[in-house]
C-alpha cells in the first residue's frame, strides 16, 4: 500500500513540473501553428454546365476564401489541353474572397460528355495543389466527318491533293448552306456537293491543294441560314514533308446527346 502512495506522488509530481517547464509563449506558439500561413477554401470545386451546343464556349467561376492569416498567392492555374484557358486572383487578404474563371471551347465534343480538370497552384500549405472540374453534355449542331481535311502525300491525285469531309444536318437543327469562303491566303480550292446516304442527306465538301508542299493549316467557313451556327469552321491541315504530321484530335463519342 505504502509503495503504491510513493508511485501516485511521484506521477503527479511529474505531472506539475512538465506544466512548469513549459513556457506560456511556446504554448501559445503551438496552438497558433495549424492556423499560421494561407489557407485557401472553395465554395465549390466542380461545375455542371449541363448541356452546350458544340462550339459554345462555357464560362464558369470558382470563388474561394483565404481563411488563413497571412497572404494567398495563386502561382499557376495548369491546365489539361488547349481548349481550356484560365483567370484567377493572384493575391488575396486573410479573410477576403477570390475567384478562378474557366473557359472551355467545346469545338469537337458535340456528341459526348465533356470533362476537364484544372489544377490550381498556390502557397497554402494545406492543401498546394487544388483540382477543379467542369463537365457537361455537348450537342451536335451537325454531324461533321471526319472533324478536319488532311492533305498529305498520300492524298495527291491527278488534280493535287485531295481531301473531304461530310457536313450532315441532325433533326433539331436544320439547316441550308448559304455560301462557303475560305481563311486568308489559303492555298487550296474547296466546292460543294450534294450528299445523300440512305435517310442521311448533306454535302460534301472537297478541298484540292494544285501545288501540293510545305506545311500549312488553313480553315473553310461554312456559312448557314441557322441564326444558331451562322458560320461553321472545316479546318484543314497540309503536311507534304517528312515532318511529323499535325496531332488532329478526334473525339469518339461516350455518350450520345
Not at 170 to 198: C, M, V, W
Not at 231 to 244: A, I, M, Q
Amino acid at each position: 500500500m505504502e509503495v503504491k502512495r510513493v508511485f501516485c506522488r511521484i506521477s503527479v509530481f511529474v505531472a506539475l513540473l512538465t506544466l512548469v517547464c513549459i513556457p506560456p509563449a511556446a504554448a501559445a506558439d503551438a496552438s497558433r501553428f495549424a492556423a499560421d500561413g494561407p489557407a485557401i477554401a472553395f465554395d465549390a470545386t466542380s461545375f455542371d454546365f449541363e448541356k452546350a451546343l458544340d462550339s459554345d464556349l462555357v464560362t464558369h467561376k470558382f470563388f474561394f476564401t483565404n481563411t488563413g492569416n497571412s497572404v494567398l498567392e495563386i502561382n499557376q492555374v495548369k491546365v489539361t489541353c488547349g481548349c481550356t484557358t484560365t483567370s484567377y486572383t493572384r493575391r488575396t487578404d486573410p479573410g477576403e474572397k477570390g475567384s478562378v474563371e474557366i473557359r472551355v471551347n467545346t469545338r469537337g465534343y458535340g456528341g459526348s460528355t465533356m470533362r476537364k480538370v484544372v489544377y490550381v497552384m498556390s502557397n497554402a500549405p494545406a492543401n498546394p495543389k487544388v483540382p477543379l472540374k467542369i463537365s457537361g453534355k455537348v450537342i451536335r449542331f451537325a454531324k461533321i466527318s471526319p472533324l478536319s481535311v488532311s492533305l498529305n502525300k498520300e492524298s495527291i491525285q491527278e488534280a493535287g491533293a485531295v481531301g473531304s469531309v461530310k457536313i450532315v444536318p441532325i433533326e433539331e437543327y436544320p439547316f441550308k448552306i448559304t455560301d462557303l469562303s475560305a481563311s486568308k491566303n489559303a492555298r487550296f480550292s474547296y466546292k460543294l456537293e450534294d450528299y445523300a446516304h440512305g435517310s442521311q442527306k448533306g454535302w460534301t465538301l472537297t478541298v484540292t491543294d494544285p501545288k501540293p508542299e510545305g506545311r500549312y493549316m488553313g480553315s473553310v467557313y461554312v456559312h448557314t441560314d441557322s441564326p444558331v451556327r451562322p458560320k461553321l469552321e472545316v479546318r484543314v491541315y497540309g503536311n507534304f514533308t517528312d515532318k511529323k504530321p499535325f496531332v488532329i484530335k478526334r473525339m469518339e463519342p461516350k455518350e450520345q446527346t
